[in-house]
Structures are given as C-alpha cells and as structure tokens.
C-alpha cells in the first residue's frame, strides 16, 4: 500500500513523477473550485432529508460466521484468516509455532497476566513473565505451556507485523469476514498513545492520549453486537521534517478499495470528519462513484462557506444547497448551544423528501452524527485491551496495536455468534480462554 508519495516507475525519474503528480493533483484541486463557484441552488423548504434507498433490512452490517456457534478459537481463527496464518509461518517457523506465538501474545493482553505483573514486579516484565508461566502451568496441571521468556522475545521480533502488513493483508482479511456492510462505514484517525522513542510520534493535546501514533480506522456496526468491526487499520509513517507525509486520498482510496465490492450494486456511504474531506480526495470520491457524507471546515471551502454566510448568524440557524451537476448536497448549521460553532456537512447519499415532514426523518447532521460514531464505539471497547508490555519501538507499537484490533474483532465475531444464546464469555475472559486453547497442547 503507498504510504505516501507515489515513486516513479522504471522509465521515469522519480522527480519528473513527483513534479506530474503535483500538477495534476492541482488542476483536480482547481476543477472542485470551478464547481464549487457555480451550481449550487437553495433548499427554501428546509426539509427534511432520507438517505438513498437501501436494500431491505441492511441498515447494520453481518459477518460471515452465518450465526453458527463459534468457540473462542475459531471465532479468532475466521477473522485472522488463512492468509494471515501463511505469511506468519513464512516469516519463521510452523503453524504450531505462530499458534504459540499468538496464544502467548493474546495472554499478555488479558488482564489475567497484568495481575500476575502487578502481584509480582511491574518494572520487570522478564520475571513476571517468568514467574506467570510457572502459575499457569501449575493451574492447568502443565496442559497449558507458555513458551520461555528468551523464545517469546525472539517470536515477538520474528513475527512483528509491518506496516504494510496491517493496512494491506490484514485489513484484507478483516473486510473478507464481512458479508454485508449495510448502510455505513465510518472512517475516523485514531491517536494511540506511545510515549518511547520513534521518528512518526505526534503530539495532540486535544486528545486523550495527546502523544502517540496515528492511525486511520474503518469500522462497521454490525448486527445485534454492541461494539462495532474494525475492518481496516492505516498505520501513519509521517515525519515532516525527513519530508514523510502521508496523502488524504491514498487513504480515502486505500478504504474505498475495502469496501466498494464489484459484486454487489450497492456500495456503503463513506462517512468521515473534515481530515479526509480535501478536494483532492472528494473528486476521487465522485469519480469512483462512492456514496459518502463528510464533515469539513469552512476554511477548506471557501466558497462553500461564503455561499451560505448570509443564513447562518444566529444559534440553531441551517441552511441547505444542492449542485445541479454533482448532486451534492451541502449543509451549514450554527451550534444552537453557544452561537458561535459553525459546522458544514457534505454529502452525495442523501435525497430531499416530497413532504415537508416525515415522522422519523432526521436532520443531516443529526444523520452525520449518528453514523460517525461508529470508530468511536469501537475504540471506547479497544480500550479493555491493554498491552503488559510497556516499552516498545514505534514498530512493536504498530504491532500490538493491529493485535489488539485483531482481538477484539475476533470477539466482536464470537459474540455475533452467541446472540441470542446463553453462555456467551466477557471479553476479558475470552482473551484468556483464547490464549489457553491456541497454547493447549492436548
């Protein structure tokens, strides 16, 4: 997957690629402008708005597992996939090794090890890991075998997932798990916190981590199961001053790619916040005929915003347009709290209804927020998993962070299979069944 600017092919000097890329990138930037001048006409009725019509009950997102009862392992073993599996023992060893590998590696995240850490000695994580091994082979009667600690450090480093790795294959095989996406994906960066050494930190206060790495996530609701599926991770390698920069619309395709499936005649409505609502990747957007509602600041658009100025000056104010070409509709709406917020919306995936009110119809940004949120969820869950070890490279980093993800998919899929049923495990105690069943060696 590019992680940022395209390289030049074998005929052409990377320069001389680079130099056309910019020059068309600023003539697509420019024919946005030119559309955004002219076209657009306003909605007088103010009415309210549907989404485009949906194929019956696919308003949620199903995987894959057809409701068949799964164990905890094979939940796991359905969302890492074969493909996965083979690259893994590729990179060293065999199945039983990488099963090992990740039965001890899904421990360290259960906060059965943490305890054992916290019990023993949280600044040595070799002697509380030594120490947990003995523990659980004592209450197991030696049926689960952690590998040792010199062999679980070398596995750790042998099977490190690359970057390139997670936002390609394995993100992959997390949208293959999905049989039907419904109405929406959502797609939002996410700030995990890592305070070691690494070239691609970033420091946001406004976010609760503040420091760590950036990653973009897309995820879908999914039937009957609270928290939602991560079916995509994008890991940000950027640096400006090494001159690293990642582009909006590499990711907005690298996302449109895992879920715009030519099989099928629908495609999903792309809902995401201002970050990837550039004009480069919005033209990208309608080229490849995807459905999408974005969030923007009005200083990304300058026409848009001085177009719909003059009705937007007093709390709970909104005021609608719609492009006769592009069929794009554009939203501003004035925070009724404080009277001061402006937020614009964007989006293609909406239609005006005949009557000027329909019971159960919503706002677009009543319509934004409810579908954004979904990243939201599926972090605010992410959160229960907690990695024991704490002092890792930004790569170790990029590593456990797609294992956690892998994790809680893995769960998200097991609880999909329980619904409706009873004896359905908490998260915490299926990542320790989990890690126990991929260790068992009877």
Same mark, same amino acid.
């Given at each position: 997957?590019?992680?940022?600017?395209?390289?030049?092919?074998?005929?052409?000097?990377?320069?001389?690629?680079?130099?056309?890329?910019?020059?068309?990138?600023?003539?697509?930037?420019?024919?946005?402008? %030119?559309?955004?001048?002219?076209?657009?006409?306003?909605?007088?009725?103010?009415?309210?708005?549907?989404?485009?019509?949906?194929?019956?009950?696919?308003?949620?997102?199903?995987?894959?597992?057809?409701?068949?009862?799964?164990?905890?392992?094979?939940?796991?073993?359905?969302?890492?996939?074969?493909? *996965?599996?083979?690259?893994?023992?590729?990179?060293?060893?065999? %199945?039983?090794?990488?099963?090992?590998?990740?039965?001890?590696?899904?421990?360290?995240?259960?906060?059965?090890?943490?305890?054992?850490?916290?019990?023993?000695?949280?600044?040595?994580?070799?002697?509380?890991?030594?120490?947990?091994?003995?523990? @659980?082979?004592?209450?197991?009667?030696?049926?689960?075998?952690?590998?040792?600690?010199?062999?679980?450090? !070398?596995?750790? +480093?042998?099977?490190? @997932?690359?970057?390139? $790795?997670?936002?390609? &294959?394995?993100?992959?095989?997390?949208?293959?798990?999905?049989?039907? $996406?419904?109405?929406?994906?959502?797609?939002?960066?996410?700030?995990?916190?890592?305070?070691?050494?690494?070239?691609?930190? /970033?420091? *946001?206060?406004? +976010?609760?981590?503040?420091?760590?790495?950036?990653?973009?996530?897309?995820?879908?609701?999914?039937?009957? /199961?609270?928290?939602?599926?991560?079916?995509?991770?994008?890991?940000? %390698?950027?640096?400006?001053?090494?001159?690293?920069? *990642?582009?909006?619309?590499?990711?907005?395709?690298?996302?449109?790619?895992?879920?715009?499936?030519?099989?099928?005649?629908?495609?999903?409505?792309?809902?995401?916040? &201002? $970050?990837?609502?550039?004009?480069?990747?919005?033209?990208?957007?309608?080229?490849?005929?995807?459905?999408?509602?974005?969030?923007?600041?009005?200083?990304?658009?300058?026409?848009?915003?001085?177009?719909?100025?003059?009705?937007?000056?007093?709390?709970?104010?909104?005021?609608?347009?719609?492009?006769?070409?592009?069929?794009?509709?554009?939203?501003?709406? *004035?925070? $009724?709290?404080?009277?001061?917020?402006?937020?614009?919306?964007?989006?293609?995936? /909406?239609?005006?209804?005949? !009557?000027?009110?329909?019971?159960? &119809?919503?706002?677009?940004?009543?319509?934004?927020?409810?579908?954004?949120?979904?990243?939201?969820?599926?972090?605010?869950?992410?959160? !229960?998993?907690?990695?024991?070890?704490?002092?890792?490279?930004? +790569?170790?980093?990029?590593?456990?962070?797609?294992?956690?993800?892998?994790?809680?998919?893995?769960?998200?899929?097991?609880?999909?299979?329980? /619904?409706?049923?009873?004896?359905?495990?908490?998260?915490?105690?299926? @990542?320790?069944?989990?890690?126990?069943?991929?260790?068992?060696?009877?």
């Amino acid at each position: 997957m590019p992680r940022g600017r395209t390289k030049g092919s074998k005929n052409r000097h990377p320069d001389d690629q680079g130099l056309i890329d910019a020059r068309n990138k600023r003539a697509r930037i420019q024919r946005m402008k %030119e559309m955004d001048k002219d076209g657009w006409e306003r909605n007088q009725a103010n009415r309210r708005w549907l989404l485009k019509p949906l194929p019956p009950g696919s308003y949620v997102g199903a995987l894959l597992s057809c409701r068949r009862l799964l164990t905890c392992k094979d939940a796991f073993m359905q969302t890492i996939s074969q493909d *996965v599996l083979i690259e893994l023992i590729r990179l060293a060893g065999s %199945e039983e090794t990488v099963l090992s590998y990740l039965g001890a590696r899904t421990l360290t995240f259960s906060s059965y090890f943490r305890k054992k850490i916290n019990e023993r000695d949280e600044h040595k994580f070799q002697n509380a890991y030594t120490l947990t091994r003995a523990s @659980l082979m004592e209450e197991t009667k030696g049926t689960v075998v952690l590998p040792g600690h010199h062999q679980f450090a !070398a596995m750790r +480093k042998a099977y490190m @997932l690359s970057s390139e $790795f997670i936002s390609g &294959t394995l993100s992959q095989s997390f949208a293959n798990c999905i049989s039907t $996406f419904g109405t929406h994906v959502s797609l939002d960066e996410k700030l995990d916190e890592h305070t070691g050494d690494s070239p691609f930190i /970033v420091h *946001v206060p406004s +976010k609760p981590a503040g420091v760590g790495h950036w990653f973009s996530e897309l995820c879908v609701d999914v039937e009957d /199961v609270a928290i939602p599926f991560c079916f995509g991770i994008y890991p940000f %390698e950027v640096n400006k001053n090494f001159g690293m920069s *990642v582009e909006v619309k590499d990711v907005v395709q690298w996302a449109v790619s895992l879920f715009n499936r030519p099989s099928t005649t629908y495609c999903p409505i792309l809902v995401a916040d &201002t $970050f990837y609502t550039s004009a480069d990747s919005r033209l990208l957007m309608i080229e490849l005929g995807c459905s999408y509602m974005l969030q923007f600041k009005g200083a990304k658009y300058m026409a848009l915003q001085e177009l719909m100025s003059d009705f937007l000056r007093h709390k709970g104010d909104s005021s609608i347009f719609m492009h006769r070409e592009t069929r794009e509709v554009v939203c501003g709406y *004035v925070d $009724f709290r404080d009277g001061n917020t402006k937020k614009y919306y964007l989006s293609n995936a /909406v239609y005006q209804s005949e !009557a000027a009110e329909i019971p159960g &119809t919503l706002s677009i940004p009543t319509l934004y927020n409810n579908m954004f949120s979904v990243c939201d969820r599926f972090n605010k869950a992410l959160g !229960a998993i907690e990695d024991s070890i704490r002092h890792m490279s930004y +790569k170790e980093h990029f590593d456990s962070y797609a294992l956690r993800v892998l994790l809680l998919n893995a769960y998200v899929m097991y609880s999909y299979s329980h /619904v409706g049923k009873e004896g359905a495990k908490d998260l915490d105690a299926f @990542l320790f069944d989990l890690g126990c069943s991929l260790l068992c060696k009877t």
